[in-house]
């Protein structure tokens, strides 16, 4: 008979159990049946929770890594603004390069977080398509955050703190593209080939913000 590990809520178990399971064994050997099981519930009553292992997975992501709620805030604030709470005058021009910097450091910290428990999908093609197609079901994946800044950087345009002929996407796309490579480097190579985050971001956010004003 499956009894409860905790007074906790069966959901937030169900979190707890796939976290430590993503973390510890990649999302490719987390099952759905081995998450229930370290949840101490049965697989039926993770089904009640959530529609898929992917939504779990995605929650996890959302709530269970530091860097993802800043990460969106900053995504999502109005133009002008730069880092929650300080920084340089809203709706000026440093303000912009300040965002950007904010963005690029939660971004390099949640990709750092992030990868190592998707790494193992891609070893696998048929659970790669599955989970991407899971995804796809809930209105997640990777790209929302590549349209979550192209849409700030638009907003910005249209504020017309960027050059006329500046283009949104590309410049998210740089901005993120760099972050996500640090990340790589970083579980690849190991700590002393990447520059420190608190000198890297500002420097990405500087050198792609030359790039619009």
Not at 47 to 56: G, P, R, S, T, V
Not at 178 to 194: E, I, P, W
Request: neutral net charge; charged residues 25%.
């Amino acid at each position: 008979m499956l009894t409860s590990k905790s007074s906790r809520p069966t959901p937030e178990r169900l979190l707890d159990a796939a976290e430590t399971l993503m973390r510890t064994s990649g999302l490719a050997n987390a099952t759905t049946k081995a998450i229930a099981r370290e949840a101490g519930c049965s697989e039926a009553a993770l089904y009640k929770h959530f529609a898929n292992k992917e939504e779990l997975f995605v929650r996890v992501l959302m709530e269970r890594t530091p860097n993802a709620g800043p990460l969106m805030t900053a995504l999502l604030a109005e133009p002008g603004e730069g880092a929650v709470g300080q920084g340089a005058e809203e709706g000026s021009e440093g303000g912009v390069e300040e965002g950007l910097a904010a963005i690029a450091r939660h971004a390099s910290l949640f990709y750092a977080d992030a990868m190592p428990m998707a790494a193992s999908l891609f070893a696998d093609p048929v659970l790669l398509t599955r989970h991407r197609e899971g995804v796809r079901k809930i209105g997640a994946g990777p790209h929302v955050i590549l349209d979550a800044l192209a849409g700030r950087l638009r907003r910005e345009l249209d504020a017309g703190r960027l050059r006329p002929d500046a283009d949104p996407r590309a410049a998210a796309s740089l901005l993120l593209g760099a972050c996500f490579q640090r990340a790589f480097f970083l579980h690849f190579s190991g700590a002393d080939v990447v520059q420190p985050v608190e000198e890297f971001a500002p420097a990405v956010a500087r050198t792609v913000w030359a790039a619009l004003r």
